[in-house]
């Protein structure tokens, strides 16, 4: 595990951003997961910057969504669809059928989740993966409680992950009540994945990543057993880990380190 500390929510975002902007530019071929949520905006934002300004052509780059609420339609304002062509595809050019997320408006979510797996594995697997972390410890859709086990499957979402979701709708009654997600061995299997923290009310969970003990009760605990995890968070989300657990777990300073993890 790296873990590369940040100033504030932009300092996390531009590491971020720069880290995602590398495997796209030293990759023949980039399979990456993303995320949606507040913590990344600012990141897709950068993201696009650079890659406006270097032209970096995109037809080798694949990416696959974590999750999809069930019930809205793909063009639906509150959809995962729509926030990830408002805040990167419409953008930038990766090829239409080169972006992935679960059809949450399908009839047979039994088999969209199967289809998502297969979807996994016919690209090789994630090669990167964009992660956020909900204040209770979930990655993806994966509440509290999840199994380790889990492929992609149906959730229902936790009152308080609907409520921190109502933030986005005009109402928390619009807020659906499930979602498809990867599951917590689908996430594990990405060869990288990245992690984003920003602000105060992800201390307590970034804290349990970093020191708890593994538990289902804290689905991001697991992540410790990642062989190749980077955790980006600013000083607010990091406040409530020891010094000494940053030293233990291999603390960078910048971004460069990456050129040498095994990914890339
Ligand atoms: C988003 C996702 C969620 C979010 C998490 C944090 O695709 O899967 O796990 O990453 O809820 O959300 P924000 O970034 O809004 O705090």
């Known amino acids: 595990m790296k873990v590369l500390i940040a100033e ?11 880290i995602l902007f590398h495997a796209i530019v030293t990759n023949k071929k980039v399979v990456l997961g993303l995320a949606t949520g507040g913590t990344p905006i600012t990141t ?55 972006t992935h997320l679960p059809n949450g408006a399908t009839t047979d979510l039994h088999i969209e989740c199967q289809r998502y797996e297969e979807l996994i594995a016919s690209h090789g697997g994630i090669d990167l993966q964009l992660l956020g972390i909900g204040k209770n410890g979930h990655i993806g859709f ?10 992609t499957h149906i959730v229902n979402l936790t009152p308080s992950t609907i409520k921190a979701n109502a933030r986005f709708f005009s109402s928390i009654d619009e807020v659906p009540k499930q979602a498809i997600t990867m599951g917590i061995s689908t996430i594990m299997k990405s060869k990288c994945i990245l992690l984003l923290a920003s602000g105060k009310s992800k201390a307590t969970a970034i804290k349990e990543l970093l ?7 804290c689905p991001a ?29 291999g603390k960078v300073q910048n971004e ?7 990914f890339s």
């Open 8 to 18: 504030d929510y932009n300092e996390m975002s531009k590491k971020a951003s720069d």
């Open 44 to 98: 897709y934002d950068l993201l696009v910057e650079s890659i406006k300004a270097s032209k970096q052509s995109l037809t080798h780059v694949h990416t696959i969504n974590l999750d999809e609420y069930v019930g809205l339609q793909s063009d639906c304002r509150h959809s995962y669809h729509r926030f990830m062509e408002e805040h990167l595809f419409q953008h930038i050019s990766i090829p239409t059928n080169q």
């Open 142 to 151: 994966n509440e509290p409680g999840t199994s380790f086990l889990t492929n």
């Open 211 to 217: 020191e708890g003990q593994i538990t289902e009760k």
């Open 221 to 249: 605990t697991i992540l410790q057993k990642h062989p190749d995890l980077i955790v980006v968070a600013d000083k607010d989300a990091l406040s409530e880990v020891k010094e000494d657990t940053l030293e233990k777990l």
């Open 256 to 262: 460069l380190f990456f050129t040498k993890t095994t």
